[in-house]
C-alpha cells in the first residue's frame, strides 16, 4: 500500500472513529430514530441523481438495507441515547466480527478455524468484564449495552446480505449500493420515530434544530458515510483484503479515545481489562498467533 492510501486509510478510521461523539452530540436536541432517519434522507438525496442504481435482486437490497443501515443504526442511536457511553460503543460494536462468523457458518457452511473460536471466546470474556465494570446493575445502562450487541447483530446480519450481493453475477460498485440501500431504512425510521416519540416531538426538534445538530448530521452523511465508505471501498477495490480490514480494529482505538478527550468519559480499571480483552479477541480472530509465531522463525 503506497503512503497516500496508507493515510487516506488511517483517516477513515479516524473519521469512523469520531463517529459516535459526534452521535452522542447530535442526540443531544433530536431523537434517535429521526436523526438516522435524517442521515440516510441526505445520503440517498441528491446522490441518487448521479449515481446508477445497483443491478441486484430487490430483495437483497431491501435485506442488506434493513439490516446494515436501519437496524444497526436504530438500536445504537437508542442505545447511545440511553446512555451507553460512545467510546464504549464504538467497541462493543465489533461483536459484529464475532456474530458474522457464525452466521457465515449457517448462511455458507464456513467451518470456523481454531483462531476465531479462540478469538470469539476471549472477546466473549471481554464482554463480561465490560457487563461487570460497566453497568453496576443500571438499568439503563444495560438497555443501552443490549441495544449495543443487537446493533452488532444487525451490522453481521447487513455483512451476509452484503456477501451474498457481491456474490452476484453483476456485481454493484461500493457507492452504488451505501447510496441506493439508503433509501430503505429512510421511511422505517421516520415512522418508527412517529410512533415512539410522536408528532410533537419530532416538529419541535425540527424548528428549534441548532447548528450542532446540522453540522452532525452533515458529518453523519456526508463525511462518515459518503466519503467514508467511498475511500474504504476505492482501497478494498485496489488491494487485497487483508491489507486493507484490519485497520478497522484501530476504529474503537479512536472512538474510545476521543470519547475521552471530547466528553470526558473514562474507563474503570474493569472496563479497562474488557476493552483490552475484546481488542485481543479482535487481533487474534484476524491475524491468529502470528506474533507469536514470528517471534519463533526469528529465534
Known amino acids: 500500500m503506497t503512503r497516500k492510501d496508507g ?14 461523539v459526534v452521535i452522542k452530540v447530535g442526540l443531544h436536541n433530536m431523537p434517535p430514530l ?6 440516510f434522507l441526505l445520503v440517498a438525496f441528491p446522490a441518487i441523481f448521479f449515481v446508477a442504481r445497483p443491478r ?3 430483495p437483497l437490497l ?19 441515547k440511553f446512555g451507553m457511553p460512545a467510546g464504549l460503543a464504538s467497541l462493543v460494536l465489533q461483536a459484529q466480527a464475532f456474530f458474522t462468523i457464525v452466521l457465515g457458518a ?8 481454531g483462531k476465531q473460536m479462540a478469538g470469539i471466546a476471549l472477546a466473549i470474556f471481554g464482554v463480561l468484564v465490560l457487563i461487570e465494570g460497566s453497568l453496576n446493575g443500571q438499568h439503563v445502562a444495560m438497555t443501552g449495552f443490549m441495544l449495543t450487541l ?12 452484503n456477501k451474498k450481493i457481491m ?6 460498485p461500493v457507492m452504488s449500493l451505501v447510496v441506493w440501500s439508503a433509501l ?8 418508527a420515530s412517529l410512533i415512539l416519540d410522536g408528532s410533537t416531538q419530532i416538529v419541535q426538534s425540527l424548528i428549534n434544530i441548532d447548528i450542532t445538530t446540522i453540522l452532525s448530521l452533515v458529518y453523519l452523511a456526508f463525511i462518515a458515510t459518503i466519503v467514508g465508505y467511498g475511500i474504504w471501498g476505492s482501497l478494498l477495490g485496489r488491494y487485497e483484503t487483508w491489507r486493507v480490514a484490519p485497520l478497522s480494529l484501530l476504529v474503537p482505538v479512536v472512538g474510545l479515545a476521543s470519547a475521552a478527550v471530547l466528553l470526558d468519559e473514562t474507563l474503570s480499571g474493569l472496563q479497562f481489562l474488557g476493552t483490552v480483552l475484546i481488542m485481543a479477541g479482535l487481533y487474534i480472530n484476524v491475524f491468529g498467533l502470528r506474533l507469536r509465531r514470528t517471534a519463533r522463525v526469528r529465534s
Open 62 to 80: 431491501i435485506g442488506y438495507g434493513l439490516t446494515i443501515s436501519f437496524g444497526q443504526f436504530a438500536f445504537l442511536f437508542c442505545a447511545i
Open 167 to 172: 456474490q452476484h453475477a453483476s456485481r454493484p
Open 150 to 161: 443487537a446493533a452488532a447483530f444487525s451490522w453481521a446480519c447487513g455483512n451476509i446480505f
Open 184 to 191: 430503505i431504512p429512510i421511511i422505517p425510521f421516520l415512522t
Open 106 to 113: 449457517f448462511a455458507f457452511g464456513e467451518r470456523l478455524q
Open 34 to 39: 429521526m436523526l438516522a432517519g435524517l442521515r
Open 7 to 20: 493515510l487516506l486509510a488511517l483517516l477513515v478510521v479516524v473519521v469512523w472513529g469520531l463517529n459516535f
Open 56 to 58: 441486484i435482486p430487490l
